[in-house]
């Protein structure tokens, strides 16, 4: 036998040690036009963060290390720092639940628009399948 394997109690420990999957096969696929959700006052914080890091150690590669001292300077920050950081992550959160109305209100009224993302325009998806029933017919 090829790959060593004999003996069937290798077979046992493996099954063990397995991962099932059971919800792979029910997962809906993402729909690529509803809106992201928005940053956090964190998240937004550490926009700017970046760039003053970058600039102030332009050797440093590691995103680590960046992320490491955004949070130290975030839990050290006051509330009233933060003011400006949450505030703009409240703007954002408002533009996302606008954002998301409208989403839903689409997806009630038309249902999914497949058609929208689709790179083929209806006309060559209508002759893609007149062709195949011609090949049927033969």
Do not use: C, I
């Amino acid at each position: 036998m090829k790959g060593g394997k004999s003996t069937g109690a290798g077979t046992k420990t493996d099954a063990k040690l397995t991962v099932k999957k059971t919800g792979a096969k029910g997962k809906a696929s993402k729909d690529p036009n509803k809106p992201k959700r928005p940053a956090s006052a964190f998240f937004v914080f550490m926009e700017e963060f970046r760039k003053q890091f970058k600039e102030e150690h332009p050797d440093n590669k590691s995103v680590a290390a960046v992320g490491k001292a955004g949070g130290v300077k975030w839990k050290a920050m006051s509330d009233a720092d933060k003011a400006p950081y949450v505030a703009k992550a409240e703007k954002r959160k408002a533009e996302y639940d606008e954002k998301m109305t409208a989403y839903n209100k689409k997806q009630a009224a038309g249902g999914t628009d497949e058609d929208d993302a689709s790179d083929k325009s209806k006309s060559e998806v209508n002759e893609g399948e007149d062709s195949d029933d011609e090949e049927d017919d033969d």
